[in-house]
Structure formats: C-alpha cells, structure tokens
C-alpha cells in the first residue's frame, strides 16, 4: 500500500500534535471551522497520496519561489511531504533522462488519478518550439501529461491568463492552460506569483477532498478570489474619506492614506491579499506603500502604467486612456458644433439680407 | 402605417388656435388621407404626454449627477487631510452615484413601460424603422439639411430620421451600456451574493476581460453620454430656431406646433 499523508509527516519526525494543529490551521485558513479539523485529519491518515506532476512551461518560478515560502503550513515540514511531489523539474534531485522518465511513470501508472500542475504556459507559435522541456516542445509534454490528469491546476497568472509572456505582441504565442487543454477540470490560481497560503491550501484542499473547492464563473477558488484587494484594504477608510497619496513621498504617503490616485488597482483586484497578506502575513504591498499592480488579473501587462488611475485603451488603435479619447472626442464634436452654429449664423444673416 | 378612412371632421379648423381637442383625436390615428390636413400653424399635435416630459427632465438632472460624480470617481477632488474619521467625501460622491444611478434605472424602466402604453410617439426612440428605405431617405436628406445643401428642414411631428437615429443608437443604447457596466461594476462592490453581481458582474467582468476594463469603457461611455448631450442640446436650439417646428417649447407643454401652413412631410 502506497504511503498515506500521515505516514510521511511521521517519517519526517513531525510530531502528532504539530501535525493536529496544522490540520486545524489548514481548515481555519479555509474558513471551515473547527469541526473540519478532525476530518482534514482523518484524510490525511487514511488515504494515499495523490500523486502531483508539476510542470513548468515559460514562466519565471516566482509561482515556485513563492510556493515554497509558505509559513502556514511550513512548506519544508509539511508540503513537500504532504504532496506527493513525484517530478518538480525545479526542485527535484533527479535530471534528465531519469527525471522525465517519472512523468511517462505517473501518466501510466496513475491513469486519471494524479494532479497535474502547471506553472508557466505553452508558447504555440512555431509548434511550440519557444520553449523546449527534454528535446521536445513544452506543449507536448502538457498534452501528455494531461491526457490521463484526474484535474489540473493552473498556477500563477501564466497558466492562469498568459502574464508577461503573452504581452503584446505575444511574439511566441504563449497561451493559458485552458485554452490548450479543453477537456479537463481546470482550476486556477492567479497572480504572479499567487500567495503562498492560498496555493497549499487549495492543493490541500483538492487533496482533502478530492474535489476542487468551489470556484467562480473564471475557474478561480471563490474562497480567496471573491473580494477585491480594495473591499478588504487596511486603506479602505481613506478611500472613503476622500484621503489619497497625490506623489510619492507627501504627506498623505507618510500618513499611509488611499493609493488609488497612484493607480492603485485594489479596487479591480481579486485576490486575499489585503486578508491573507504575505511572507507569514507580515505584509503586502498597499502596505508597503506602493498600489496593486493587480498582478492576478487577466492581462495587467497590457493595461499601460501601474501608476495610472485610468488605463489604456487598445481598441481605438493608440494608447491613450479614457479621459483622452472622451475629452478629444468631446473637442472634435464642441469645435464642429460652434463652427456649425457659426455657419448657420450667416446662413440666416444672409437668407434675412436677401430677403430684405 | 395603415390608411384611415376620412371620417372625422377636418382638423384644420382656421377660427381657433391652437384647435387642441380635435387634434388630439387626429393625432394618435393618423394616415396618409390627412396628409396637406395637419401642419398648418394653427395645428398643435400632442406629442410628448407628460410622463415622457416628466421623466426627460428627471433623466437629464440624473445624468448631470452621475456624469459629474462619476467623473470625479474616476479623478477624485485634491486629498483631505487629517483622520480619516473626519470625513466621508468619496463616500458621498458615490453615494450620489449610485442614488442617481438608481433613479436613471427606475426612470428607464419606466420609459421602456410609457413606450409601450404610451402614444406611438413615446415609441419613436427605441423602434427606428431600420428596414425602410423611406427612412434611410430622411436620414440622408436631414444630413443635407444639416451640411446647408438642403434649402429647409422637412416638417415632422415627431423626431426627424436623423434625430431618431441618434436617439435610438447614441442614448437608447448607451443608457443600456452605461445600466449593464454600472451594475456590473456596483455588483463588485455588493458582493457575490448580490442580485447585481449574479445578474451583471458574473458576465459583463468575464467579458470585457477583467473589472479595469469595465471601468475603463463605463468611462467612455460617460464621454459618449456628453458627446449626446451637446449634440442633443445644440440640435434641440437650432432646430427650434430653423426647422419648421416648435423644439423646446414642446418638451415643456409637449405640443408640437408649426411655423408654415405646408403639409407635414411625415406624420411620425
């Protein structure tokens, strides 16, 4: 019998009582309750792990860097055990032909039963040949790995929407997740990178349950993307207030008023982090004193400046914001009004001299 | 438009002026046996009834607020100081965002019944008759007239072709923008469980791509309504002053009157 979560958590010389105050601690983060403990327990006694394949297509390990910083559960107690981390390209011993020989093991061995993460995307253009994972392009690796996928999570906004990557013009074509693997349950956990809380809770919650977590009409886990950064900022009441940071380094900033004139994009961001916070909750960036650049958001790369309320528009074919291309339109249309009266102005002096 | 048998009295009547009960009764059935009968400048046709005039005046200050507060939601007033406890001035502003906001989506609503129990005026705005090419006619000889390669106006009871169309399509339509935008943007706020996000966020955020780019063109649309309202505005004085019709009188009073005894070019 394959090893269960609690089998490996003992290994590693964790005590039953540390183990019991993390799965009290994961099910508080998950806003379940104290009675979910035991059963977060009882599953991590009982049942295998669920083998997790972790790819890494274009991306910058931020999602990984992240990940691995998690204070709650420590990730190097806990998470790697907890997982059955089989092949992690970053952080695994093994490389080369020995290491991707471990994901043709799991595709076959655990047909529909493993989890497929991805971190990073496919570039599609010139058949994928942007990015190349052991000889081959990376989006052949993850049409492999996810054939037999019981479910897959999109980390990061790389998987997620495409992030820096798929900037304009997306000279490679580098594509999310969803829109190359159609026929899997996808999840997807945004930012760049996501809290490190917010991805172990939702591995341990897939893995708890063996079912995602409830998710909103974007795939995102609605228990920690159903708020915006700006409904829950420690700023909020400046906001309200009609408080704001004009430039840096006023007296507003030094008061820690409203970022929002610093385009802050707290208010258009869903994401835990003015909850969850960062770096074992110590902080996050509103706190810092500098805005959201509203990292977990589809295409925040191409929004123009962080430091713009207003951002640009590409439709119209220039980059300018909203106030200038209604305040040009509303120039254009004043100017050709008042021209227009003018006109009519010595249309009728005239017509009233002729008639004279 | 169906022919009506000719069996009221004439509405011409030349010894009272305006002849207001007879054309009342002509004016809601009219067809085009009384084509040369209506028009004449002892004519008045009641055209906008008073719930029309009365929610065009309750829209217009409802837009004044919410283009002005919008606007400075989008650029907020110079930053207050001291505690944020002393004042509430975002609060406010949305605050009168989101009341006008109601009351422009209650009056809409409200507009949308009128159109439908109302006169066949009320109708006018929201069912331009797109398919006819009598109408595509008007539209092209009122954009003459407006170029001066017409020498004048052609004589409606209702909104010329022209002034239908820009109804129809630069206010009908982007209230419905801004009414869709703005409850998605507000059912952010509200929350998930709202009726506003079920009904509005949870589509209209996925499909413009994320809620900056909602905000973003809710914000053109606030300069489509301004470009409307100066078009409306200058449209409204110099047709009053050139067409051969009462303009601003008649969303006051809601008669139409006329300033030529030549028959009507189109009864609508």
Not at chain 1, 50 to 66: N, Q, R
Not at chain 2, 138 to 166: C, D, Q
């Amino acid at each position: 019998m394959r090893e269960t979560f609690y089998d490996v958590m003992r290994r590693q010389g964790i005590s039953r009582r540390s183990f019991l105050k993390f799965c009290s601690l994961t099910a508080a983060s998950l806003g379940l309750g104290p009675e979910f403990a035991p059963t977060i327990a009882h599953a991590m006694e009982t049942k295998p792990r669920l083998p997790v394949l972790w790819l890494h297509g274009l991306e910058c390990t931020c999602c990984s860097e992240s990940f691995i910083r998690s204070a709650h559960p420590l990730v190097k107690d806990v998470v790697l055990s907890m997982l059955s981390l089989d092949y992690d390209d970053t952080i695994m011993a093994s490389a080369g032909g020995a290491a991707e020989a471990i994901v043709t093991e799991i595709v076959e061995k655990y047909k529909g039963n493993y989890i497929l993460a991805v971190e990073g995307n496919p570039p599609l253009n010139e058949d994928g040949m942007f990015c190349i994972i052991g000889g081959k392009p990376f989006v052949e690796q993850l049409r492999y790995a996810a054939s037999n996928a019981k479910a897959i999570v999109s980390w990061g906004s790389c998987a997620s929407w495409g992030c820096v990557q798929a900037a304009r013009p997306n000279p490679t074509r580098a594509t999310p997740v969803h829109q190359v693997i159609t026929d899997k349950p996808i999840i997807k956990v945004p930012g760049c990178p996501p809290i490190a809380e917010v991805m172990t809770a939702v591995i341990t919650y897939i893995l708890t349950f063996e079912k995602f977590p409830e998710l909103d009409r974007q795939g995102r886990p609605k228990m920690f993307y159903s708020q915006r950064i700006h409904d829950k900022c420690y700023r909020r009441p400046h906001f309200d207030a009609g408080q704001f940071v004009e430039s840096w380094d006023d007296e507003g900033a030094r008061k820690g008023y409203c970022l929002y004139k610093m385009g802050c994009k707290g208010p258009t961001t869903y994401n835990a982090c003015s909850t969850v916070r960062w770096n074992g909750g110590i902080s996050f960036p509103i706190q810092s004193g500098h805005g959201c650049i509203g990292c977990s958001e589809d295409g925040f790369w191409d929004k123009g400046g962080f430091y713009d309320r207003l951002t640009d528009i590409h439709q119209f074919g220039i980059e300018a914001n909203a106030d200038q291309v209604g305040k040009a339109a509303v120039g254009v249309v004043g100017a050709a009004v008042a021209a227009h009266a003018a006109v009519t102005a010595l249309k009728r002096a005239r017509d009233a001299g002729d008639k004279s | 438009m169906t022919d009506t048998p000719l069996t009221d009295t004439p509405l011409t009547d030349t010894t009272a002026h305006p002849n207001r009960g007879q054309a009342i009764k002509g004016a809601t059935n009219l067809g085009p046996a009384y084509h040369g009968r209506l028009g004449s400048r002892f004519d008045a046709v009641y055209v906008y009834e008073a719930p029309v005039r009365i929610w065009h005046w309750i829209n217009a200050f409802a837009i004044l607020v919410l283009g002005v507060s919008g606007y400075f939601i989008a650029s907020p007033l110079p930053s207050l100081s001291g505690e944020a406890s002393d004042h509430y001035l975002m609060g406010y502003i949305r605050f009168a965002h989101f009341a006008a906001a109601y009351v422009m989506i209650l009056g809409f609503l409200f507009r949308i019944y009128w159109a439908v129990v109302g006169n066949r005026h009320a109708r006018q705005i929201f069912t331009p008759p797109l398919l006819s090419m009598k109408w595509w006619g008007g539209i092209l000889y009122s954009i003459r007239w407006y170029f001066f390669m017409e020498p004048e106006a052609r004589k409606y009871v209702g909104h010329n072709p022209l002034a239908t169309f820009g109804m129809h399509f630069g206010f009908v339509w982007v209230t419905i923008f801004m009414i869709v935008t703005g409850l998605a943007l507000y059912g952010e706020g509200a929350g998930m469980a709202s009726w506003q996000y079920r009904f509005f966020s949870s589509w209209v955020i996925p499909l413009f791509g994320q809620s900056q780019d909602v905000h973003t063109w809710h914000h053109v649309g606030l300069w489509a309504m301004v470009v409307f309202i100066i078009i409306h505005i200058y449209a409204a004085i110099r047709e009053d002053i050139m067409s051969r019709q009462s303009m601003i009188s008649s969303v006051t009073s809601g008669w139409r009157t006329f300033k030529d005894d030549r028959p009507l070019d189109e009864d609508h």
